[in-house]
């Protein structure tokens, strides 16, 4: 649900209130729906070389109204800016000021997307400062945008193109409403793996994929989303959690499997039951985390290491089975839930932040391993998420967390469902040992 | 099992004659159940329907049954709301199973569970339909209460009355007494006396000790406490209101807190009451599945086959006149059922004898070890022989379980079933296990199950 302040100042007499007050305008976001259009509006595709040439011929082939020049006051459904070529800093101001008169022209919800390449790959010095211009841009541009509208990166590795799979994979879920609350961050393709989904409904079909902690909110979420793009499901929980995983299992129309994730041989459980049951296993996604939060001061060896145990050192174990299991050799792919507060730190969370950036540290130093079979890992970092777990924050304390971001809003389970399912995806394929931010642009951190 | 019943000739009687249909095996998938809990605890405002739905739709998540025309579903309750004349079919309805899954309700008290589990067998085995779910509920909580037998006439007279003196006249006829509720008890029609009364004339019987009915209590919580510590029901239970566990179980108790215990049934007896609220089952509330197939749905499903329900048999006793005990009619169903596979308890792995009371199970071992009553009352040679206490009731039973009426056959053939799974073969056999549960009306019903 959208929060009850984004409610009234979305429309009519507080919509006028706050913009006379000053106060936070969030809007409601546009959200994927199958069946909806990728784009409200035309997309500008700006840059002048061959990249950019190439990107819109692509563009046309999924039924866009492209343009290469901007028509005044047309409201615009995104801009597209291909900075790929940028040799100097200088390179960045044609195209980026030709971008920036059509700012104004933007609908509610519209995207920005550029596109460059990796500084560190960089030829020289001033190459590397152009493309790591782009960084500061974006991040600033996405702070600089209302109404919904999100500014987000695609940074191109040596080898990979402005039309690799994977970049318009990425472009295409920058672009939709599926990164809604997506905001200020990049996506590095690294290698031309990936590849298009034959149903761009159901980029998931054929695919067996596993959830843990999925009984309840954001694991909930992940395995209603990848039931609705295509795949088969197993849900898993701790025992005690059953029932809330039972209704989640008929839901989705997937199998229920009751598993404290933290046991030795919870990887060949996992691995088992998706095999004898449904034949296959493609995709593991490592939702489960607790919290115990505590200052560090008055940290305890209990809660300091029942977090670590469940939201590391599990999902260690079981990547190890599953990098050993010879069924998990067919492009497999593991997305795993990290947190902001592994980047960026929260107070209370040493224990949590700890587990979590070891998650990131793990998703980086997988990412070769799986690279082997034609694999991939990722990781997703969740900010502000409404939950059962976040209402229980107090109001006040509640109220400004969720305001601190360029969107000025809660993200909902399902925002998070949605980077997931994407990155879980073939169209991702060439995307590997990233952690995608889904916070809103969160105002804290990186 | 009247038909079986006729036929004493032995190993062979199952096969019929030439012109008998080639016998399907029927296989348990497995099951689920809700846990236990006592009654007037988490379960107070869940009816049978409630109970019933809720194995059911963990049953389905946990080998996605979604949608799924299932051939048959079976299932019943021992106290049963007159309402709820169409409880199977009803929770069928409210699962997530196909709504054209047809569904029966089955009651044979205590043994409702295992007879579901048998009929529904037998259709597989002969073909009639190839996928099954058997179950149970029982509510002691959510009891049906009657009006009283006086007011019940008085309200359908009324209702028959056409004009207003002719109602008058038959409202006249209430009465103070009419007006108090009929609540149901677990007491037997014919003699008037509680299950327990009854137990405790048959534990004094046949010398059940006290220490031995104590004993036997301890261990039901021991091995049900550590089947649970091993994760053992992890895929055999979903939690249900805030319950994971048997809320019955008490993992804690000594053999001295359960000698601590005053008698409850039997003190009429004076020094030889021995049955206490340790050693017997407590008024519980819950629901059990079973997932039965035949062997080629079972692999077209991608399922697992943890076990074949090879026979049933039950058996009844006249206890009206004192002739045996109200709860050992299994004593006489196991022998005539190992006779027709020519089996002997030393062919048995697992002996899994439902806990009604301690003094039940103890009874009707001592039955089995007895030379003249297996010579005079089953006529044997000889004893039928002793069961391996090892053998018995491994993962806990009834006593620490709890015993929800017609839950309790779904709750021992899906434990069994994957306890005979983990052990495969014995000797260059399948391993088997017998399965005995009394019931109430002098009644008992018995299975053999083997691994797949």
């Given amino acids: 649900m959208t929060d009850k302040y984004t409610q009234f100042v979305s429309r009519g007499f507080g919509k006028d209130i706050a913009k006379r007050l000053g106060l936070p305008q969030p809007v409601v976001l546009r959200r994927h729906q199958p069946g909806e259009p990728l784009v409200r509006g035309p997309v500008l595709v700006q840059g002048s070389g061959g990249g950019a040439d190439e990107l819109a011929a692509a563009l046309l082939s999924w039924d866009l109204d492209v343009r290469r020049h901007a028509v005044p006051r047309e409201k615009l459904g995104a801009i597209i800016l291909v900075l790929d070529e940028a040799a100097r800093p200088e390179d960045l101001e044609k195209p980026v000021l030709a971008a920036a008169a059509s700012l104004r022209d933007l609908a509610a919800n519209a995207r920005v997307v550029t596109v460059s390449r990796a500084a560190a790959g960089a030829p020289g010095p001033a190459a590397a400062a152009a493309r790591q211009g782009v960084d500061g841009l974006l991040r600033s541009l996405a702070k600089e945008l209302r109404a919904g509208a999100t500014a987000n990166g695609i940074v191109l590795a040596d080898g990979a193109g402005t039309t690799s799979p994977s970049a318009l994979g990425a472009l295409r879920f920058f672009l939709s409403g599926r990164s809604a609350f997506v905001d200020g961050q990049f996506l590095t393709v690294s290698t031309t793996a990936g590849q298009q989904p034959a149903d761009a409904e159901k980029p998931l079909a054929g695919k067996v994929a596993v959830v843990t902690g999925a009984a309840r909110g954001i694991g909930a979420a992940i395995a209603r989303t990848l039931h609705r793009d295509g795949a088969t499901v197993v849900v898993v929980d701790i025992p005690a959690a059953g029932d809330h995983l039972a209704t989640v299992a008929n839901e989705v129309h997937g199998t229920a499997l009751q598993l404290d994730i933290s046991r030795e041989d919870a990887g060949a459980r996992i691995i088992g039951h998706a095999v004898e049951r449904h034949g296959r296993l493609d995709i593991v996604i490592h939702n489960a985390g607790i919290t115990r939060d505590k200052l560090l001061a008055n940290m305890d060896q209990g809660r300091w290491n029942s977090v670590i145990a469940v939201n590391i050192a599990a999902q260690l174990r079981i990547n190890e089975a599953l990098l050993a299991s010879e069924h998990f050799r067919d492009a497999p792919r593991i997305v795993s839930v990290a947190s902001t507060s592994g980047i960026a730190g929260n107070r209370g969370q040493t224990n949590y932040a700890a587990s979590k950036g070891g998650v990131i540290g793990m998703v980086r130093a997988t990412a070769p391993l799986l690279a082997a079979h034609g694999g991939s890992i990722n990781a997703v970092a969740p900010g502000f998420i409404e939950t059962e777990m976040t209402a229980r924050i107090p109001f006040a304390t509640r109220e400004v967390a969720r305001r601190l971001n360029s969107l000025q809003q809660g993200g909902r389970p399902g925002d998070v469902a949605e980077a997931i399912a994407f990155l879980a995806s073939d169209a991702a394929g060439g995307i590997s040992g990233e952690v995608l931010r889904v916070c809103g642009q969160n105002l804290v951190g990186a | 099992m009247p038909v079986n019943g006729t036929s004493s000739t032995g190993p062979t009687a199952a096969a019929g004659s030439a012109a008998a249909p080639q016998l399907r095996r029927a296989v348990v998938v497995g099951g689920n159940r809700i846990p236990f809990a006592r009654t007037g605890g988490a379960y107070t405002k869940s009816s049978n329907q409630d109970m019933l739905t809720a194995a059911l739709d963990g049953l389905i998540a946990r080998f996605g049954l979604q949608d799924e025309r299932i051939g048959e579903v079976a299932a019943g309750a021992v106290l049963k709301h007159s309402r709820d004349f169409n409880l199977t079919r009803e929770a069928v309805l409210g699962s997530a199973l196909s709504a054209e899954t047809p569904a029966y309700d089955v009651q044979q008290a205590c043994a409702t569970g295992l007879e ?337």
């Fill in chain 2, 116 to 452: 579901t589990v048998l009929g529904l067998a037998n259709k597989i085995k002969l073909g009639q339909i190839d996928s099954a779910i058997a179950g149970g509920v029982d509510s002691a909580s959510d009891a049906p209460i009657a009006v009283s037998e006086g007011l019940r006439e008085i309200l359908l007279d009324l209702n028959r009355a056409k004009t207003l003196p002719q109602r008058l006249q038959v409202l006249s006829r209430l009465r103070p007494k009419d007006l108090a509720p009929d609540a149901p008890n677990t007491g037997e029609p014919r003699t008037g006396l509680s299950m327990g009364e009854h137990q405790a004339l048959t534990t004094a019987q046949w010398k059940i000790t006290r220490e031995a009915q104590d004993e036997l209590a301890y261990n039901s919580h021991r091995n049900l406490a550590a089947a649970y510590d091993a994760g053992f029901f992890d895929d055999l239970l979903t939690p249900y209101r805030g319950l994971s566990k048997d809320s019955n179980l008490r993992a804690d108790t000594t053999p001295e807190k359960l000698a601590g215990l005053k008698p409850v049934f039997g003190k009429n007896l004076g020094a030889a009451a021995t049955m206490t609220a340790g050693n017997s089952t407590p008024l519980t509330d819950g629901a059990s599945t079973v997932l039965l197939a035949s062997e080629d749905w079972a692999d077209a499903h991608d399922l697992p086959k943890l076990a074949t329900v090879l026979d049933g048999e039950a058996a009844a006793v006249d206890f009206v006149h004192g002739k045996d005990g109200l709860l050992m009619a299994p004593a006489f169903a196991v022998p005539r059922l190992l006779a027709r596979h020519g089996l002997s308890f030393a062919d048995i792995d697992f002996f899994e004898i439902h806990e009604a009371f301690a003094g039940t199970v103890l009874s009707t071992l001592a039955a089995w070890e007895d030379e003249e009553f297996c010579r005079t009352r089953l006529g044997l040679d000889g004893a039928l022989g002793s069961v391996d206490r090892a053998k018995l009731n491994v993962n806990g039973s009834s006593l620490a379980a709890g015993h929800p009426f017609a839950a309790t056959g779904g709750r021992i053939v899906a434990t069994l079933a994957k306890m005979l799974h983990a052990k495969g073969q014995v000797d260059g056999r399948p391993a088997r296990g017998l399965i005995s549960i009394c019931a109430a009306g002098g009644q008992g019903v018995v299975a053999i199950l083997e691994a797949h």
